[in-house]
C-alpha cells in the first residue's frame, strides 16, 4: 500500500554543484506535481505532468531547474548549478482526480 | 493571481478547548478548496476537499467549511495528537494549488 516516495530524504551538496531528486508516484496515479516548502511558508508549485508531459512548468524558477517524467511514473527533479537560496524542502504529490498526495519530501541544504 | 491567507500563524489550545482557523481565498474559477495537516518533517496529509460554498465535512473532531471567500477548519474538543500545521489551499481550473502559509496549533494536555 505504497504511499508517495522521494529519495533521497536529505541531501547535503556544495553551491555550484548538481543534484538530483526522485519521485515514486502512487501506481496509476496520472498526475505528478513538484513543489517547493521554505521554512514557516506553505508549499510553492513548481511542475505539473500530465503524463509523461510537463503540462505546465511556470513555477520552476529559473533555467537552473527542470523535471523529467520519461515513462509516466518516476519523476526526476534536476538541479543544476546550486545556490544556497535552492535549500529548502522538495515535496512531490501524485493525484488521480483532484486530491493530490504527498511524499514525505527531501531536504535540500546547499552549503 | 490566485493568493490564500491563513490566521491565525500560531494556536495554542489547551485540551478540549475547541476552536477554529481561518483560510481566506481569492482565485479565478476555484476547482475546489483543500485543507491538508502536517506534522513537522512530513509532508502534507490530504484531509479535506470542498467544491462549493455552504458544503460541509467532517473527520473525527475536524470539520470544514466553505463559503465564496474563507474556509473554516473547526478542531472540536482537541487533543495532543491534533497538535500540527494545518494547510489550506486553493484549487483553480490549472490544476495548481496555492498554499496558505498554514496555521501550527499546538494542544496542551
Known amino acids: 500500500g505504497a504511499g508517495v516516495s522521494q529519495t533521497p530524504s536529505n541531501k547535503v551538496t556544495e553551491k555550484g554543484k548538481y543534484v538530483e531528486l526522485r519521485c515514486d508516484p502512487i501506481?496509476?496515479?496520472?498526475?505528478l506535481y513538484w513543489y517547493r516548502q521554505s521554512l514557516g511558508q506553505g508549499p510553492e508549485f513548481l511542475i505539473y505532468?500530465?503524463?509523461?508531459?510537463?503540462?505546465?512548468d511556470s513555477g520552476l524558477p529559473n533555467d537552473r531547474f527542470f523535471a523529467v517524467r520519461p515513462e509516466g511514473s518516476v519523476s526526476t527533479l534536476k538541479i543544476q548549478r546550486t545556490e544556497r537560496g535552492d535549500s529548502a524542502v522538495y515535496l512531490c504529490?501524485?493525484?488521480?482526480?483532484?486530491?493530490?498526495?504527498f511524499g514525505p519530501g527531501t531536504r535540500l541544504t546547499v552549503l | 493571481e490566485d493568493q490564500v491567507t491563513q490566521s491565525p500563524e500560531a494556536l495554542r489550545l489547551q485540551e478540549g478547548e475547541s476552536s477554529s482557523l481561518n483560510c481566506s481565498y481569492t482565485?479565478?474559477?476555484?476547482?475546489?478548496l483543500f485543507w491538508y495537516r502536517q506534522d513537522p518533517g512530513k509532508g502534507p496529509e490530504f484531509l479535506f476537499t470542498?467544491?462549493?460554498a455552504g458544503e460541509e465535512k467532517e473527520k473525527e473532531r475536524l470539520k470544514a467549511t466553505l463559503t465564496k471567500k474563507e474556509s473554516f477548519l473547526h478542531i472540536t474538543a482537541p487533543k495532543p495528537e491534533d497538535s500540527a500545521t494545518y494547510l489550506c489551499?486553493?484549487?483553480?481550473?490549472?490544476?495548481?494549488?496555492?498554499f496558505g502559509a498554514g496555521t501550527t496549533v499546538t494542544v496542551r494536555a
Open positions: 504529490a501524485s493525484s488521480l482526480l483532484s486530491e493530490e498526495f
Open positions: 501506481s496509476g496515479h496520472t498526475a
Open positions: 505532468f500530465q503524463g509523461t508531459g510537463a503540462a505546465d
Open positions: 482565485v479565478s474559477g476555484l476547482r475546489g
Open positions: 470542498l467544491y462549493s
Open positions: 489551499a486553493s484549487g483553480s481550473n490549472d490544476y495548481k494549488l496555492s
